[in-house]
């Protein structure tokens, strides 16, 4: 069975430029969750999709990122105008549902560098 | 607010050795707890979890953890490390019931030959 798949797995932009992170969650899993990994910090959730419905996006910073899940399957992350500081590892992870007993599979992760 | 201490940045054991990495949270409720391990260009990968029921939880490439209510911990352990292991361990709080999770900021572990 394939795990979440991520593209690009790296990507260097200079600030003030766009960026698109891409996630396939594993077949047939409803939720789909976008965290963001800081140097030497666990992830934080961003947002968290239950098929095409973004259920929670409390910590997603919405002046500048945006996101969607068409179709409720394959989602993308955007950050529009990159700055400095959203140099991180964009995490995406599924899971069959959404129950706390629904174990969450992650991605490799796309590393951003913003120059 | 739910949250997730891991007092240890970085351990190094030797090969062989046993390890324990610590992690201590605050939750109000029963918790659902996670290790996962991150190694290096990697996703993160599911050591074992905890719901509810026996105290001690067997997972994946010989690592154990024990929930201990009476300490708001939950420890993870592996009798003998091998060189494999080297990688950065999250622990991990289900907040809500609903599949939210607030990570620690993480153990690195080294392993010595």
């Known amino acids: 069975e394939a795990g979440v798949v991520q593209s690009p797995r790296y990507k260097i932009i200079e600030k003030k430029q766009p960026v698109a992170f891409w996630c396939n969650p594993i077949s047939g899993h409803n939720t789909l969750y976008w965290y963001l990994q800081n140097l030497g910090q666990g992830p934080e959730l961003l947002i968290r999709?239950?098929?095409?419905?973004?259920?929670?996006d409390s910590q997603l910073p919405k002046d500048r990122f945006s996101a969607e899940r068409l179709k409720g399957v394959d989602s993308t992350l955007k950050i529009q105008p990159a700055e400095l500081g959203d140099s991180a590892v964009y995490l995406c992870?599924?899971?069959?549902?959404?129950?706390?007993?629904?174990?969450?599979?992650f991605g490799p992760g796309t590393r951003l560098t913003v120059l | 607010a739910q949250s997730v201490t891991q007092p240890d940045i970085h351990i190094t054991v030797s090969e062989g050795a046993s390890l324990e990495l610590r992690c201590n949270y605050s939750?109000?409720?029963?918790?659902?707890l996670f290790w996962y391990v991150q190694s290096p260009g990697q996703g993160l990968q599911l050591l074992l979890k905890y719901f509810s029921g026996d105290t001690l939880v067997q997972g994946i490439k010989g690592f154990e953890a024990e929930f201990k209510r009476s300490q708001s911990s939950f420890n993870l352990r592996k009798p003998s490390v091998h060189w494999s292991d080297a990688a950065e361990y999250f622990c991990?709080?289900?907040?809500?019931?609903?599949?939210?999770?607030?990570f620690g900021a993480g153990t690195r572990l080294a392993v010595h030959p």
């Open positions: 939750y109000g409720a029963t918790p659902y």
């Open positions: 999709y239950e098929n095409e419905e973004a259920v929670d």
């Open positions: 991990a709080v289900g907040e809500g019931g609903y599949n939210k999770l607030i």
């Open positions: 992870a599924s899971s069959l549902g959404r129950r706390g007993t629904d174990t969450q599979y």
